[in-house]
């Protein structure tokens, strides 16, 4: 099994700097996509940034230019640097990570989907 583990969250004052850390464990092929999600209170769950196998980034408008999603060379491991945090940023964040499994013996394959538990991220005015 997949368990996605958050860290690096925390308060932090607005202006200020955090980095999300997202590690994998019990991964046995590469991610797919890997990103991190954010859920405000009161919110839905929205995507932050995604960065695929081949590198290719993705960011949520409200963060472009302020935070820079990246991965370890591992490929198992997955950061959020927050820069220039504001108070709308506070939320949980959320890792997510994607593969592709095969599924049975003819080869079917199936698109898997893993969340980790969160960490919370919270900017004060």
């Known amino acids: 099994q997949v368990q996605l583990v958050e860290s690096g969250g925390g308060l932090v004052q607005a202006g200020g700097s955090l980095r999300l850390s997202c590690a994998a464990a019990?991964?046995?092929?590469?991610?797919?996509?890997m990103g991190w999600y954010r859920q405000a209170p009161g919110k839905q769950r929205e995507e932050v940034a995604s960065?695929?196998?081949?590198?290719?980034?993705d960011y949520a408008d409200s963060v472009k230019g302020r935070f820079t999603i990246s991965r370890g060379n591992a490929k198992n491991t997955v950061y959020l640097q927050m820069n220039s945090l504001k108070p709308e940023d506070t939320a949980v964040y959320y890792c997510?990570?994607?593969?592709?499994?095969?599924?049975?013996?003819?080869?079917?394959?199936?698109?898997?989907?893993?969340w980790g538990k969160g960490t919370l991220v919270t900017v004060s005015s």
């Open positions: 019990g991964s046995t092929s590469s991610f797919t996509v």
């Open positions: 960065i695929t196998s081949g590198d290719t980034t």
């Open positions: 997510n990570a994607e593969r592709t499994v095969v599924v049975n013996v003819e080869g079917a394959t199936r698109n898997m989907e893993y």
